[in-house]
């Protein structure tokens, strides 16, 4: 009842005398200090708000700029041309002045004006010099005089001490590429993938789509490309995202897995209480715009766009179309566990609860040992089913009384917890330790995650974690920014005691944790089983398998003179042929983020330069000499890939824009609508490693993460995420459908594996047989065989 009492922030007794009121010093405080914290809140992000603003310059130039101009009008000087003088004579109400006040004010009006136009041009300038991507295709290691120009130049324009949104303003818009060159790249694209006839009638649809309606397609793309920030993300988030009616679970949602072999603590409430703490961390710089802009080669910014809604946002459902609801400033967490939903406060006093107090809350909640009500164990099945019945249920069922409260409470929330029941993470004793971890974080029970949050913080007996991410919002990249900044705050700056526990007092004080009240109906509980069992059908048919690949790295591709992600790529492409026997459209992501408002590109690796490759590796007649030289040929030709959809000169973005703007025009397009049917048998995409460098993994080599991964995206092929993981580790992250019974997870991991052995066998005998003719001592008899 202490609890209770301390909630009470007033009583009042009516008397015959008047009435009798009593305060609580300790809720007036508490207000108070809320007061202050808002308050200052609004002041840091003011202050920010005008240093973005005014990015690349600063508030203490415009004073430089007006003492300037000042100091000139006591040396009859005037740099202003006249200007000064007729702004003196137009100023209003300048009978009211003195002279020397409108002298003074012109001056200072001028000075403001010549600022604002030199932040203009220096912001232009800049925008101008980050259009430029000549830096990008020049060989590893080698800089041309114009790079080393252009570099100083971005340098010199972009400023000191940037904001997270400084270079927003300056960002380039993404360009719209020519019709011709997109379809010609596509053609080469299909190339190895379609016999002789089947080229020939693609190649006539794709000019006649050239001769008839691609110019009038490509002017309203133009058009756009002009009026919106990019042509691309609004139309590529509604129309591949929120518009899609099947689940997200799977289909749609993304997870990434905690740190590979350490575990700060085996409890779960104190792990769960610094993390959670470490994320309220991260959304207050966030909200103040304080992290430090991504920028590639450390110069080139990146846009931070998608980071705007990591945080109190929530995917609503409709019944054509779903939304993205952002909200601002959420002081509450929903977290679930045992198939009840807790509402926990995360501030107190105007601050963040201390991860000692979080730790408190969550053991509260471990320990309740209430029951469900009815209906609400499975209730948030709905949010992994199909999106139709959702829709229709929250509108019938959740727009009214207690679970209309109740479901406001999760969707206005910071973000989501599940305190989950069965232990996890990798276990080298365990083969399928990954496979089953992965599985958990990508779908669980199916209705113990919140699939319609931003993300669900997933918090295991044993202290491991993960994340399961919904992906309308943002990309892998934005959501790893945030659990790298997590991981490390956690493990190195927070810390636990000797005995596991939070750091820093208890306090007992606190009022416990509420559960969230619902009425639900027997005809809704029938809703909820079925896309219990829909989403059921759909997580049990995931085929898994989590690979980690250390016979090499990073390290040993690079002395190769390949680039890793080439170098993986085609031995995917390799392994792809070795298991199904066929080449494959493949998809692989690239970020388009140095452009304004970008997000992602595809870039298609099965190449005519990786076909003939793959097959040189498969005849026994090839020699090494000629198998290096095909992969060198395909590494190149990916490489130069990677960069043309990273600099807006990709394929598939641009063709799927002219898609959506025939249908808006009402117009067919055989040609589009080819392109847009076939399927992504081979999905693959590769997740950031140490964005931040917050932790020098050469110094903690344990201190690194598994990465994360997706469901397969085709039913009949591969879903294939993997991370460089410093200089000797690689993991793979594998996903297929058990009822395609030509698709195997743990056989596609073992032919990677084998694929990735191989190609660095090449050139370990090309360097055996350099070393030979350079007469070096060397096993004879066995190059013998290779040779």
């Known amino acids: 009842m202490a609890e209770a009492h301390q909630?009470?922030?007033?009583?009042?007794?009516?008397?015959?005398?008047?009435?009798?009121?009593?305060?609580?010093?300790?809720?007036?405080?508490?207000?108070?200090?809320?007061?202050?914290?808002?308050?200052?809140?609004?002041?840091?992000?003011?202050k920010n708000g005008i240093l973005t603003g005014v990015y690349p310059a600063s508030p203490s130039s415009w004073l430089i700029v007006v003492i300037a101009m000042m100091s000139s009008l006591y040396t009859y000087i005037d740099p202003s041309l006249g200007m000064i003088e007729a702004i003196k004579e137009n100023l209003p109400y300048k009978d009211c002045m003195s002279v020397q006040t409108r002298v003074v004010l012109s001056a200072i009006l001028f000075a403001t004006g010549l600022w604002l136009l030199f932040i203009y041009l220096m912001r232009y300038s800049l925008k101008a010099l980050l259009s430029y991507h000549g830096w990008i295709f020049e060989s590893h290691g080698k800089m041309s005089r114009a790079t080393k120009l252009w570099l100083s130049l971005v340098k010199m324009f972009s400023g000191r001490r940037p904001l997270l949104y400084s270079f927003q303003a300056a960002l380039p818009r993404l360009p719209v590429p020519r019709v011709d060159d997109t379809v010609q790249k596509y053609l080469e694209s299909v190339r190895p993938l379609l016999d002789s006839e089947q080229y020939n009638q693609m190649e006539i649809l794709a000019n006649s789509f050239k001769e008839t309606i691609a110019a009038q397609l490509q002017r309203y793309l133009i058009l756009k490309s002009w009026w919106a920030t990019n042509y691309v993300s609004d139309w590529w988030e509604e129309y591949i995202y929120l518009r899609s009616r099947s689940p997200i679970m799977v289909n749609s949602n993304f997870y990434i897995m905690d740190l590979l072999y350490v575990t700060p603590t085996q409890r779960q409430a104190a792990r769960a209480g610094n993390v959670v703490h470490a994320m309220l961390q991260y959304r207050r710089k966030l909200e103040r715009g304080e992290h430090v802009p991504l920028r590639a080669l450390g110069i080139v910014p990146m846009c931070s766009t998608q980071m705007e809604r990591m945080f109190n946002t929530t995917r609503i459902p409709g019944i054509e179309t779903d939304i993205v609801q952002h909200l601002t400033d959420r002081k509450h967490l929903i977290v679930y566990h045992k198939g009840r939903f807790f509402q926990v406060w995360l501030y107190t006093g105007g601050r963040h609860l201390l991860p000692s107090e979080l730790e408190t809350q969550f053991q509260r909640i471990l320990n309740d040992k209430s029951e469900p009500q009815p209906g609400e164990l499975k209730l948030a099945a709905l949010t992994a089913g199909d999106r139709v019945p959702w829709a229709r249920a929250r509108i019938k069922y959740f727009s009214h009384g207690l679970n209309k409260v109740s479901l406001d409470a999760i969707e206005s929330a910071a973000f989501f917890l599940t305190l989950d029941e069965e232990p996890q993470g990798y276990d080298p004793a365990m083969d399928n330790s990954l496979d089953i971890y992965a599985k958990s974080l990508l779908h669980g029970k199916c209705y113990d995650r919140w699939f319609d949050k931003s993300f669900t913080l997933i918090s295991y007996p044993n202290g491991k974690m993960g994340v399961n991410i919904e992906h309308s919002w943002a990309d892998a990249p934005i959501v790893g920014h945030m659990w790298e900044y997590v991981l490390a705050t956690d493990c190195f700056h927070l810390g636990y005691t000797e005995e596991g526990h939070c750091k820093g007092d208890v306090n007992r004080g606190l009022p416990c944790p509420t559960r969230l009240q619902w009425q639900i109906s027997a005809e809704c509980q029938d809703v909820i089983e079925t896309s219990y069992l829909l989403a059921r059908q759909l997580a049990d048919d995931v085929d898994f398998h989590g690979h980690l690949f250390s016979e090499f790295g990073k390290g040993l591709i690079k002395k190769c003179r390949t680039s890793p992600d080439a170098f993986i790529q085609l031995a995917l492409q390799l392994a792809q042929f070795r298991d199904q026997g066929v080449f494959c459209l493949t998809y692989e992501s690239s970020m388009t983020r140095m452009f304004r408002d970008g997000r992602t590109e595809t870039v298609r690796s099965c190449t005519s330069e990786a076909v003939a490759f793959v097959r040189a590796m498969e005849d026994p007649r090839s020699t090494n000499a000629h198998r290096l030289a095909l992969f060198q040929r395909a590494a190149e030709k990916h490489q130069n890939m990677y960069r043309l959809a990273m600099t807006g000169s990709g394929i598939d973005r641009?063709?799927?824009?002219?898609?959506?703007?025939?249908?808006?025009?009402?117009?067919?397009?055989?040609?589009?609508?080819?392109?847009l049917s076939e399927p992504w048998r081979l999905s693959t995409s590769q997740t950031p490693q140490q964005q931040l460098n917050l932790v020098d993994i050469n110094k903690f080599p344990k201190y690194v993460g598994a990465g994360g991964g997706f469901g397969p995206v085709a039913d009949d092929g591969y879903g294939v995420s993997y991370i460089i993981v410093g200089e000797n580790l690689i993991t793979f992250h594998i996903s297929s459908k058990f009822s395609s019974p030509d698709t195997d997870s743990g056989r596609f991991g073992q032919h990677i594996w084998k694929a990735m052995i191989d190609i660095q066998a090449l050139f370990k005998l090309e360097k055996d047989k350099r070393m030979v003719e350079n007469g070096k001592c060397v096993h004879l008899e066995h190059l013998k065989k290779h040779i």
């Open 7 to 46: 909630a009470v922030g007033f009583q009042f007794t009516v008397r015959p005398d008047g009435v009798d009121l009593k305060l609580s010093q300790e809720v007036i405080k508490n207000i108070y200090l809320s007061g202050v914290t808002a308050w200052k809140k609004k002041a840091i992000q003011f």
């Open 654 to 675: 641009h063709l799927f824009c002219l898609y959506i703007v025939s249908k808006y025009l009402g117009v067919e397009s055989p040609f589009l609508k080819k392109v």
